[in-house]
């Protein structure tokens, strides 16, 4: 009966710990307490089990003494296999030290009480067997180092389910910061003030201008929301964005693109804003439309299976500190991070170089 009650006990911890609804749901919550909740419940029953196999069998106040010795001795046992020998043997794969020190516990302890506990219970009437008391000792020692490996595991499992939707969350938040790199409200607020001030006189302009910032608002609120976006798109918000920045300064900033449109720009595709984002820096180190000097080149090139994309810019005598930047994207960091995601640190190089007066971004993909 006990036995059976323990198996009962014990398959049900199984079906609870592995379940992948309960995983997920408990994930969502607080896992901890689930394992909390497992550990109380296994030792309020084995304490039961215990409890009601010595007082049917050993007479008061020997049975309380048994008592304090199984409980103790299976603690120890518990303590050492969940918070020692699962984590740092069996999770770390050396099942070799995991099943010698798991044996070695279970020989120790099961010696231990079989030497002790006899003495106890000898000159009580023939109510316990010798044999009895061994069968017990050996299996409450068993479903200890069982079930307490198995909350182990349990608990490895849940902190490695916990890390992954952990870090799944940051990858989308770092996703959504790069992907989206918006516009900054007050360019845009700036950029349509401009649009307006032109005058219905010149319409073909206007018309341009509003379909350019169109362009971007569309690129950021719907196409970020990809995994992968065509070159051509991207070099489209480039050039949206260039207009855009053509028209606030009222002049002609020299920003020159070495490239044509080419087929294979509608087929390849990159993740979204990397381009753009390489391309923003670059509006912000040259300060073009602040510095008359400030000239930006853009070149994409397709080598085999490699593309290369490089933004080379003059780098602003004005100083990055006396500049007004409208337009602000999230860095070089967020790239690494997102390539490093997205393609792997194998399948992509990001160099900088700032030379004299120029600087230059080039990213080489590997396709």
């Not at 603690?75 to 020998?85: E, M």
């Not at 992954?164 to 900054?184: G, H, P, R, T």
């Not at 053509?246 to 002609?252: E, M, N, P, T, V």
Request: include cysteine; aromatic fraction near 12%.
């Amino acid at each position: 009966m006990i036995m059976l009650i323990n198996i009962i006990f014990l398959v049900l911890i199984l079906r609870l710990s592995f379940e992948k609804r309960i995983i997920e749901s408990v994930l969502k919550k607080d896992w901890p307490v689930l394992l909390a909740v497992q550990h109380i419940l296994f030792w309020v029953i084995f304490t039961f089990v215990n409890v009601y196999f010595y007082i049917s069998f050993v007479a008061f106040p020997d049975s309380i003494y048994c008592i304090i010795i199984a409980l103790m001795s299976n603690a120890a046992i518990y303590y050492i296999s969940f918070n020692k020998l699962v984590p740092e043997f069996y999770i770390t794969r050396n099942y070799a030290q995991y099943i010698l020190y798991t044996i070695l516990i279970f020989v120790v302890f099961s010696l231990t009480r079989i030497l002790i506990e006899p003495g106890l219970t000898g000159g009580q009437p023939a109510k316990i067997e010798q044999g009895l008391l061994f069968i017990f000792i050996y299996t409450s020692h068993g479903i200890c180092i069982l079930v307490s490996s198995l909350l182990g595991i349990s608990k490895h499992k849940f902190m490695i389910e916990h890390d992954l939707v952990l870090l799944e969350s940051i990858k989308k938040e770092a996703d959504m910061n790069l992907l989206k790199s918006k516009v900054n409200p007050h360019f845009l607020l700036n950029t349509l003030n401009n649009i307006y001030a032109i005058g219905d006189n010149i319409n073909e302009l206007q018309s341009q201008s509003v379909l350019n910032l169109s362009q971007l608002l569309q690129y950021t609120i719907y196409e970020t929301d990809h995994k992968r976006i065509s070159i051509s798109k991207e070099l489209q918000m480039i050039r949206a964005l260039t207009g855009l920045y053509q028209l606030k300064h009222g002049h002609l900033l020299d920003i020159s693109f070495g490239f044509t449109d080419q087929d294979w720009m509608d087929e390849v595709e990159i993740p979204p804003a990397v381009f753009l984002t390489l391309y923003e820096n670059a509006l912000k180190h040259s300060a073009i439309g602040n510095d008359p000097l400030a000239w930006i080149k853009v070149d994409i090139a397709m080598e085999k299976d490699k593309l290369l994309f490089s933004v080379r810019n003059s780098i602003s005598g004005l100083g990055e500190v006396n500049v007004h930047y409208e337009y602000k994207g999230i860095g070089l960091t967020l790239i690494r991070q997102l390539m490093n995601i997205e393609m792997g640190p194998d399948h992509y190089a990001l160099q900088t170089d700032a030379i004299n007066d120029t600087y230059c971004a080039t990213l080489t993909l590997k396709l």
